[in-house]
């Protein structure tokens, strides 16, 4: 019995998978290994091709049953015939604790520094840590593209739901991370690939790491802040009598000031640049590199303009203050050095631990082709996804309040620009430490910053539309161009 229209229709309703809303049908299902249990779990790769010819892959890890399992029905993928283990019940296995243990034997099997094969599945370690074979399985439920299953308090199995050729950045970020002794992230533990029917490069399918239990979100931390702020300002604003505080002082005062933990981030985000500039590759930009970064920008403009111009008229009035702040960026007599970055940063992608600050999915930007995403590029592509990240934070918390706020609405945004700026002075402080930021650093940061606001508001018009005036206020804000909405 085929197994495509299970998968098909199961594909359909899985959140990670990236082809929702568009024709398209199951066109191989390619067994990568089989590992023994109970349950038997089997790895498979699913092709997905769409009408225009594309093709995407993505991997189904599998518990097979030979009765069903009521406590696991959610994740039924379906009854049917299996060539190799007969009649079974078949269930996306990271659902399901049984087939997770499994899974973490077949890691724990393997010695440090060594590998060990199972089919065509080949598991890699590297740290000196003995895996907890006997705690349970814990799925995380909020991730939109791969999943995440946590072990205990010990480790974290991160299984890659659309996979390509060649190795996966997280992992290979994560492995130089480790082996230099970086405190900002996670240590990581081992991975799998599968070689087996590849003509090109192994596909990386998942990997383990330390499980950071105590972590906070540093998303979180910061909309606590600008939230305890907002709620506490009009006390603040007069103290005492006679005493009038200007916004950046009552941000100061309150227990919404995230100053010093942003500045740590800073700090943290620099040194992890600096080992990833000594790992891997980088390669020195002259002026006509300089001037191809403009151009991308100016193209990814052009096409925002075009394709959300019924969605959002008003971004084509921003448009040639735009060009300018690009433009500038021609116009720098400067080498750069580009090296690897995390290429998709900002603040939901940072934890915060007890000591210091932890960095997490070194995956890059998931629209961009896996071979662009491994290239050498701009830091300051990072630093400007961080900063737009606490404008983000400010004015979000800002929206929450705003409802009912009437002629206080004017007071609430002054103080949340407060609290951006305060948060976004502090995080350069702490990246750029004793090194004074130099006029081109500023042109490139102010022009990464406007190409990622540019980005922004074509999510957001196409997601949220509610949301679009957040990126076209930064606009205004970064152009000068007065137009915010």
């Given at each position: 019995m085929s197994r495509h229209p299970l998968m098909t229709a199961y594909l359909d309703r899985a959140r990670w998978f990236g082809g929702k809303g568009r024709d398209h049908r199951v066109t191989d299902v390619r067994r990568v290994a089989t590992l023994p249990g109970p349950p038997a779990v089997t790895i498979d790769i699913v092709t997905v091709r769409y009408p225009d010819g594309s093709e995407e892959l993505y991997q189904l890890p599998l518990a097979h049953y030979p009765e069903p399992q009521e406590r696991i029905t959610h994740a039924l993928v379906g009854p049917h015939t299996d060539d190799a283990l007969g009649s079974v019940h078949s269930y996306d296995a990271v659902h399901d604790r049984e087939a997770m243990a499994v899974y973490l034997r077949a890691f724990a099997a393997t010695a440090p520094e060594d590998t060990s094969r199972v089919g065509g599945l080949v598991f890699h370690r590297i740290a000196e840590h003995e895996l907890d074979t006997e705690t349970h399985s814990t799925l995380f439920s909020g991730e939109q593209s791969n999943s995440s299953v946590?072990?205990?308090?010990?480790?974290l199995l991160k299984v890659f739901r659309k996979v390509t050729p060649g190795s996966n950045p997280d992992i290979e970020v994560h492995r130089?991370?480790?082996?230099?002794?970086?405190?900002?992230?996670?240590?990581?533990?081992?991975?799998?690939?599968?070689?087996?029917?590849?003509?090109?490069?192994?596909?990386d399918l998942a990997m383990i790491q330390q499980?950071?239990?105590?972590?906070?979100?540093?998303?979180?931390?910061?909309?606590?802040?600008?939230?305890?702020?907002?709620?506490?300002?009009?006390?603040?604003?007069?103290?005492?009598?006679?005493?009038r505080l200007d916004d950046d002082e009552v941000v100061l005062r309150s227990g919404g000031d995230f100053a010093g933990e942003s500045e740590r981030l800073g700090t943290a985000v620099a040194e992890v640049h600096e080992v990833l500039r000594d790992h891997f590759p980088t390669t020195r930009w002259g002026a006509a590199d300089v001037a191809a970064i403009a151009d991308g920008m100016d193209a990814r403009l052009e096409a925002q303009v075009r394709d959300l111009a019924a969605l959002?008229?008003?971004?084509?009035?921003h448009a040639p203050a735009l060009r300018d702040v690009f433009d500038a960026v021609r116009h720098l007599d400067v080498s750069l050095t580009a090296q690897r970055v995390h290429g998709d940063l900002h603040l939901g992608q940072t934890l915060r631990v007890v000591h210091n600050w932890k960095l997490v999915d070194f995956e890059g930007e998931p629209a961009k082709p896996l071979a662009e995403r491994v290239l050498p590029d701009s830091p300051w592509r990072d630093v400007a996804?961080?900063?737009?990240?606490?404008?983000?934070?400010?004015?979000?918390?800002?929206?929450?309040?705003?409802?009912?706020?009437?002629?206080?609405?004017?007071?609430?945004?002054?103080?949340?620009?407060?609290?951006?700026?305060?948060?976004?002075?502090?995080?350069?402080?702490?990246?750029?430490?004793?090194?004074?930021?130099?006029?081109?650093?500023?042109?490139?940061?102010?022009?990464?910053?406007?190409?990622?606001?540019v980005y922004e508001i074509g999510y957001e018009a196409r997601n949220r539309p509610g949301w679009v005036d957040i990126p076209l206020a930064a606009l205004a804000r970064l152009t000068g161009s007065g137009e915010d909405t």
């Open positions: 946590a072990f205990g308090d010990d480790s130089e991370l480790t082996r230099a002794g970086s405190p900002h992230v996670a240590a990581l533990y081992g991975w799998a690939e599968t070689d087996e029917g590849t003509s090109a490069e192994p596909i499980f950071l239990r105590t972590a906070s979100d540093g998303w979180d931390l910061a909309l606590a802040g600008v939230r305890t702020l907002l709620a506490e300002a009009d006390e603040l604003a007069e103290p005492r009598p006679g005493e959002v008229p008003t971004l084509a009035l996804g961080m900063l737009r990240s606490f404008d983000y934070a400010a004015r979000s918390v800002e929206r929450d309040f705003a409802d009912g706020a009437g002629e206080d609405a004017a007071v609430l945004s002054s103080r949340a620009s407060a609290w951006a700026e305060r948060n976004r002075a502090a995080f350069l402080a702490g990246y750029a430490g004793s090194t004074a930021l130099t006029d081109s650093d500023r042109v490139l940061l102010a022009a990464y910053e406007a190409d990622k606001a």
